[in-house]
């Protein structure tokens, strides 16, 4: 199931990398509110039917004010994270905005332990040190050389330049023959 999860998040900063600067950031998170409200509405209204993680799967309110309190922070501060995190993977064309995800883990690790108390084992420190590792790495090493040859093409929703995309190279391409041989083409008039 963690698997899944992290296939799911892979997922997602591929598509906001690749969506990029052609949408505002609030309409990735609208979109991902409204399919989390789905999916777990869903799950909170099957799961008794089922009989599935019974009786700890149910819809609750909170009954004090602390607890209402807890909701709302914890609201705002996932929109605003998720909004960080949008913009960040969308506007940044290098991979510094995705292995700042990556300390999200040492968070996670700290507060495990400073608040609950949890400490690490050993496989999961050497996990932390793998990906640690491996994000440091992809961080530090030098970018190979682009062709700086290829022109940059227009975004055709937001009138940006963005950088290749091999389906709008041949869009452009396209757009460019058809403009080359309308010029060609000697209108009939001239002949009358």
């Known amino acids: 199931m963690a698997l899944l999860g992290v296939l799911g998040g892979a997922i997602a900063f591929v598509c906001i990398r690749w969506i990029g600067r052609r949408a505002h950031p609030l309409v990735s998170v609208n979109y991902f509110s409204t399919c989390c409200t789905v999916v777990s509405t869903t799950v909170l209204f099957l799961a008794p039917l089922l009989n599935v993680g019974q009786p700890e799967i149910h819809f609750a309110l909170p009954v004090s004010g602390r607890q209402w309190l807890l909701l709302v922070s914890l609201g705002i501060s996932g929109f605003i994270m998720q909004f960080m995190v949008t913009a960040g993977l969308g506007g940044e064309k290098s991979n510094r ?65 963005m950088e290749g995309i091999p389906m709008l190279e041949e869009e452009r391409r396209d757009r460019e023959e058809e403009q080359d041989s309308s010029e060609e083409s000697i209108p009939l008039q001239q002949f009358r």
């Open 97 to 161: 905005a995705t292995t700042m995800a990556y300390t999200q883990m040492l968070f996670a690790a700290v507060f495990d332990k400073w608040v609950f108390g949890h400490a690490m084992s050993t496989m999961s420190l050497i996990g932390c040190g793998f990906i640690l590792g491996s994000a440091l790495w992809v961080a530090v090493t030098k970018k190979e050389e682009q062709d700086t040859t290829a022109r940059p093409q227009a975004d055709v929703e937001a009138g940006r330049i």
